[in-house]
């Protein structure tokens, strides 16, 4: 498995990670033990950066990891969030926190849940805008020295919060969408992370699926999936979105590659601080993702898809307007 550095930290992680969000909730049931099986086959894969967070599943996915790490503890590269506040009397509910107290109660209650004493990657989720990012980074720079976390990270930011972070605390990562559908990072945020040497970890790669070519014209998700009220997922956008995934299988079969894996090495040959972290639950998916670190594209073959997904060309937005609130812009 070929390897990145993960920001100026001197280690390196697997260039493609896990995601196991969709383990515990938001894409249809999960199962608990296939999810082991799939983090099993990730690792034999030379896989070995987790990402995880304290909302998934209102605790359970951190619960779920937890189990996984026994034994496992030190092969692996651990990230998890906090700063989404969830109800479970109301689960659709949420705010945002980043208040130092909280940043404090949510990462013991992290380390509780996953059963370690140390996070090694530790991401405010959102930003929270009543709180200055001074502040919270300044928070999550006391769980550094407490040995409570190693390395601090942003979600979904913009360049500029990054910079301000930046000046309290090193910033090792920066997670964001980030795929062929979704290319906001590529206005400033790729190149304010090469420059400050912040590493882009690129969630939802595959789309949350659609990439993949899995996801139909009379798609009917189960209750409670989140794309059911994804705007990209719905109606006309669904309709026009899928012309554009006909012409990534089209390239995929040429290139004698799956559209996931193409979507994955778009993301690896475009830029060198990247690290996508595809979700799946089921190991032969992981398997086949893995894969996708063989592959080169060269560039002609990222400029004709570049030119495939040029934004204009893409429908929707990447959350309904509840969601869209909580970003920054990239
Ligand atoms: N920071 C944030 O705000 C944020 C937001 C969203 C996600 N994330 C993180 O990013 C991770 C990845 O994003 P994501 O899970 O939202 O989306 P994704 O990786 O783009 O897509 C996941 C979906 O693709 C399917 N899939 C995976 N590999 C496949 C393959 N080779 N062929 C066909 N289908 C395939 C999965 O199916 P199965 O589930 O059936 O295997 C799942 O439905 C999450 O797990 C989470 O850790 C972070």
Known sequence: MLRRPLGNTGTTVSAIGLGCMGMSEFYGPGNDEQSLETLAAAVDQGIDFLDTADMYGLGRNEELLG???????????????????RNPDDPAARRIDNSPQYVRQACDASLRRLGIETIDLYYAHRRDPSVPIEDAVGAMSELVR???????????????????????????????????????PERQMLATCRELGVTFVAYSPLGR??????????????????????????????????????????????????????????????????????????????????????????????????ELFDPSAVAGDRYAPAGMANLESA
């Open 146 to 184: 407490a040995g409570k976390v190693r390395y601090l990270g942003l979600s979904e930011v913009a360049p500029e919060t990054l910079r301000r972070a930046h000046g309290v605390h090193p910033i090792t990562a920066i997670q964001t969408e980030y795929s062929l559908w979704s290319r906001d």
């Open 209 to 306: 699926a659609f990439l993949t070519g899995a996801v139909g014209s009379d798609e009917s998700f189960a209750p409670g999936d989140f794309r059911r009220t994804n705007p990209r997922f719905q109606g006309d956008a669904l309709r026009t979105n899928l012309r554009l995934v006909q012409g990534l299988a089209e390239f995929a079969a040429k290139r004698g590659a799956t559209s996931a894996q193409i979507a994955l090495a778009w993301l690896l040959s475009k830029h060198p601080n990247v690290v996508p972290i595809p979700g799946t639950k089921r190991p032969r998916y992981a398997v086949e993702n893995a894969a996708a670190a063989q592959i080169e594209l060269d560039s002609g073959e990222i400029a004709a898809l570049d």
């Open 67 to 85: 189990r996984f790490l026994k034994g496992r503890r030190e092969r692996i590269v651990l990230a998890t969030k906090f700063g989404i506040v």
